[in-house]
C-alpha cells in the first residue's frame, strides 16, 4: 500500500480501501468476464452474512412474539412489517401475490438496511483486523484488502436489480400468460391494428427492452452510487483527522474530522434506510406493474 517504512498517501490510502478481497486481479469498476469470472469473496461474505442476521433476528423475533406488551424489538418489527404490508396494499392489488411480493419487499428492506449500516463501523476497523489475521497467515498484511459495505459494491446492487428483474418476469407470464405477455411486448406501448400494428411491433419490443434494462440498472445504480458516495465521504474525513493527529498543528483539524465524522456518521443513518426504503418501494412498483396490463 505504501513504501516500506513510510505511510500511505491519501490517494494510496482510498485506492487500497477501494480493493476487493477477489480471487483475482479485477479490472476496472465493474468486471464481467465470463471466460475467468471475479469473484468478490469481501462482498459475498459480508452479504451472505447480514442476510443470516436479518432472517435470524426476524426468526427470534416471530418466534418469541406475545399478545401481551410487545418490547422494543418486537414493536419495531411490528411497526416494519405494518409499514411495509400498507405499501403492498396499495400498489400490488392481487392479494394472492402479496403473501410472496410483501415478504420479498420486506427481506429487501431489513437486508439492505443492515449491508447499508456497515458503513456506520469505524472505516479502519475491520480492514485492520483483517490484515492482522492476513499477516498472521504469513502474506503482506499491505495487501489484505477488504470492503465491507456490500451496497457500495455494484455487483452486489445489480445482482438484487435483476432478482426484482426476474420476479417482474415471472408475474407478467403468471398474471398475463406466456401468450398474453409475448402479445404485449409487441403491442405496448404503441398501440394500433392491421397493417401498422406489424410495422409498430419491432419499435414496441425495442421500447419494452429498453424499459426493462432501464429498471434494472437505475434501480440497483441508485443504491450504489449513494453508498458508493458516503463511504468515499467517510474516507476523505478520516484523512482529515490522520492529517491533525499527524502533526502538532493540525489539532483543529483533527478535532474538525471527529466533529465532521460525527455529523455525517448521524446524517449517513437518514441516507443507509432512505436508500432501503427506496429499493424496498421500487421493488413494489415494479412487480406492481408486472401484474397491470399496458
Known amino acids: 500500500m505504501a513504501a516500506e517504512g513510510h505511510g500511505p498517501t491519501a490517494g494510496e490510502y482510498i485506492q487500497h480501501h477501494l480493493q476487493h478481497w477477489t480471487t483475482r486481479e479485477q ?6 468476464s465470463l471466460a475467468d469470472p471475479v469473484l468478490k469473496l469481501d462482498s459475498l461474505f459480508w452479504s451472505i452474512l447480514l442476510g443470516v442476521v436479518g432472517c435470524f433476528l426476524l426468526w427470534r423475533v416471530a418466534k418469541s412474539v406475545t399478545s401481551g406488551v410487545p418490547g422494543r424489538m418486537q414493536a419495531a418489527v411490528e411497526f416494519l412489517v405494518e409499514m411495509v404490508d400498507t405499501q403492498a396494499r396499495g400498489i400490488v392489488h392481487n392479494e394472492q401475490s402479496r403473501k410472496a411480493v410483501a415478504p ?3 427481506t429487501a428492506f431489513v437486508w439492505i438496511f443492515l449491508m447499508n449500516a456497515m458503513d456506520l463501523l469505524p472505516l479502519d476497523l475491520i480492514p485492520n483486523i ?6 498472521g497467515m504469513g502474506h503482506d ?3 489484505a484488502y477488504m470492503r465491507v459495505v456490500p ?13 426484482v428483474l426476474l420476479s417482474c418476469l415471472y408475474y407478467n407470464i403468471k398474471m398475463k400468460g406466456l401468450g398474453g405477455w409475448v402479445k404485449e ?9 392491421g397493417p401498422m400494428a406489424i410495422a409498430l411491433a419491432p419499435i414496441n419490443f425495442l421500447m419494452q427492452m429498453i424499459e426493462f434494462v432501464a429498471k434494472t440498472v437505475s434501480h440497483g445504480m441508485r443504491l450504489f ?3 458508493f458516495a458516503g463511504e468515499l465521504v467517510f474516507m476523505l474525513i478520516a484523512l482529515m483527522g490522520a492529517v491533525g493527529f499527524g502533526s502538532l498543528g493540525g489539532v483543529a483539524l483533527w478535532i474538525g474530522h471527529v466533529l465532521a465524522g460525527s455529523a455525517w456518521a448521524i446524517f449517513h443513518i437518514l441516507i443507509i434506510t432512505l436508500q432501503a426504503f427506496i429499493f424496498m418501494m421500487l421493488t413494489l ?5 408486472a401484474h397491470d396490463a399496458h
Do not use: R
Open 225 to 227: 452510487g449513494n453508498m
Open 104 to 106: 420479498l419487499a420486506l
Open 151 to 163: 451496497s457500495a459494491d455494484l455487483s452486489t446492487t445489480l445482482a438484487l436489480s435483476v432478482t
Open 141 to 143: 498484511p499491505h495487501h
Open 27 to 32: 479490472t476496472g469498476i465493474a468486471d464481467f
Open 185 to 193: 411486448l409487441f403491442s405496448a406501448p404503441f398501440h394500433a391494428h
Open 130 to 135: 483483517w490484515a492482522a489475521i492476513y499477516g
Open 285 to 289: 412498483v415494479y412487480v406492481g406493474q
